[in-house]
């Protein structure tokens, strides 16, 4: 009716009057936002003054992508995790490091083993996994081609090993009671320590090879009626030695495990006295207490704890401090989200209790039950604290210098799951992920480099990745722990664009520069070469610069949820391996984000709508 109407004042009352409620803007500030010049974050930043979490919600455009963006973005995420799938899953994991026998398998070899040396106690408990060698890893990120294949197929010193864990009582793990640091009641090699009578640890081979054992004795076994060199040939046997060329030898060191004496014996391997291995055993009570199968030069501790331990408690510790002293100025100063706060911290202390009732290990004994439910309510209590002490803490600051970068965040945090702006920044940062994958990989194809065969980024975090439970279980945790990064990044960068004024890209520098070296420095110990860090760091600090300066928190934190998933599976293409469980949940994670993108930021209706 009205001629020479501008289109865009023309489509916002088209919206207002939609017949169904909920496609018409939730807010007059969201009429307001869409109007020409109506851009409500720039008055309010030109007057000096903070927007609220809603202003910064409704302000911005819908969101909505065009059918034909929406299926581009969806062709890159499928293409590129194809090709990514193929190119790190190449070669296997068995191709590296020989063959892995499932779990299962090496558990009843290790339960079989200890009834051969005399050990028929009932086990009322038992836990198992895998874990590298730290020491195997080292080595193999300085060594050749040629050595590291070697290195990786040395059954003497393997770097996958299978731990078997048995007791005749429920075992209950010492570090829960550290609910920030570490996730519920999951056993380990060293924790719960070895100290009940007839607590036992066996470590394997990844082909079931015997490494080393230890029994805590127990005297109301008696005296065992097995001879100690019958002994000795079993646990030959274990390790896949020649049980006709054994002789004793002498050995001065220290026994681990108590017992009445430790003796040697040396196993000949060939005319070369470098392949002669040696058993060394600690008997209490004519059982043996302590087993080890090494080289006659030795070996180190195979059970020693990781390094760098009090260093993170206390970082830990100082952030926690900091944040809470933020966040104490801010809300009292009335600058701080209370609904997002709340909504998010409520959100991941349900992800964290979740992750750490999946990844626990449950005994099924009454009490500890009871004793690992509250100690997951603590973890998840105290994450969801954290969370919020450091919202609170980054979240104003952010909102005060670079709103935009928070509009489809504080949207998703309003409730708005479904909307459009929140369906496109998810479908972007899956989109930018699959790009870095390929990014990746070409780029060591075209310097010539190999990845060390090693999966150290999926063993970085000291979890087993080759366990359902605990992949499961740390999946659901990544989002809440990984926030607190991405917030972090993003302060970083909001503060040097607030300091650095109009040199842009001396912020973005700034930015960019940061998350390379913390990603070059937290992977520094997983073994990679150097170059091959370098290239990684690189390549995901790009596109983490990308999305946090150009779409905002939301796509942000995507990518880095969904690159720390994949960098914690062990990827197999073969549906027959016993571990493919994980790559088959990383895919259809995958899938499902993308769909959850697709849908939701396209509108049939705006075809020609598109803000991307």
Known sequence: ???????????????????????????????????????????????????????????????????????????????????????????????????????????????????????????????????????????????????????????????????????????????????????????????????????????LGPRGALLELRVVPDPDLGETDMSEPDIIASIAEAAGLETTLIE????????????????????????????????????AGGRPTWARITSTQGADDYTRRPRGQDRVILVFFVFFILGAVVATYNARAGRWDRRGATRLAASVFILCFSSSIIGSHHSLAAGEEVRGFFSSVAYGATRALMTWLLYVAIEPFIRRLRPSSLVSWSRLLAGRIFDPAVGRDVLIGIAVLALQGIALALSILAF????????????????????????????????????????GFMLIYVV?????????????????????????????????????????????????????????????????????????????????DWYFPPTAILLLLTAALTVFGIVTSTDRKLLGSDSL
């Not at 050995?251 to 470098?274: K, Y």
């Open 448 to 487: 010539g480099l190999r990845e060390s065969g090693v999966p150290t980024f999926a063993f970085a975090s000291g979890e087993n990745p080759l366990a359902i439970s605990q992949y499961i279980a740390a999946t659901v945790r990544l989002p809440a722990v990984m926030l607190g990064t991405c917030l």
């Open 496 to 576: 040097s664009r607030s300091l650095l004024g109009r040199l842009k890209f001396a912020s973005i520098g700034v930015l960019w520069t940061t998350i390379f070296l913390f990603m070059f420095g937290a992977y520094t110990a997983t073994g990679q070469p150097a170059l091959v860090l370098a290239i990684s760091a690189s390549i995901s600090a790009s596109a983490s610069t990308y999305l946090a300066v150009r779409h905002g928190l939301l796509a942000y934190a995507t990518f880095i949820f969904m690159s720390q998933v994949w960098m914690y599976t062990v990827v197999t293409l073969d549906p027959t």
């Open 1 to 203: 009716l009205v001629e020479g109407m501008d289109p865009v004042v023309e489509r916002v009352i088209m919206r207002c009057l939609e017949n169904n409620p909920e496609d018409r803007p939730a807010t007059a500030l969201s009429v307001m936002a869409a109007l020409p010049g109506g851009d409500p974050l720039a008055a309010m930043l030109k007057a000096g003054e903070m927007p609220s979490p809603d202003l910064v919600a409704a302000s911005g455009r819908r969101g909505t992508l065009s059918m034909q963006r929406a299926l581009q973005l969806c062709a890159i995420v499928v293409l590129s995790t194809a090709a990514s799938l193929w190119l790190f899953g190449v070669p296997s994991l068995e191709e590296q490091i020989g063959i892995v026998f499932a779990p299962e398998v090496l558990a009843h070899q290790a339960g079989s083993l200890l009834e051969d040396i005399g050990y028929e106690f009932d086990t009322v408990d038992s836990a198992s996994g895998f874990d590298l060698d730290p020491d195997i890893v080292s080595q193999v990120a300085s060594a050749s081609t040629v050595e590291q294949s070697a290195l990786l197929q040395f059954d003497e010193r393997p770097v996958l090993r299978f731990w078997y864990r048995s007791s005749p009582a429920p075992m209950a793990p010492w570090r829960s009671s550290l609910p920030g640091l570490y996730v519920g009641n999951r056993v380990a090699p060293d924790d719960p320590p070895l100290t009940d009578a007839g607590m036992a640890l066996v470590r």
């Open 248 to 283: 004793p030898v002498e050995w001065s060191g220290i026994s681990p495990m108590p017992g009445d004496s430790t003796s040697a014996w040396r196993i000949e391997g060939d005319e070369l006295e470098s392949n002669n291995r040696v058993i060394i055993a600690t008997f």
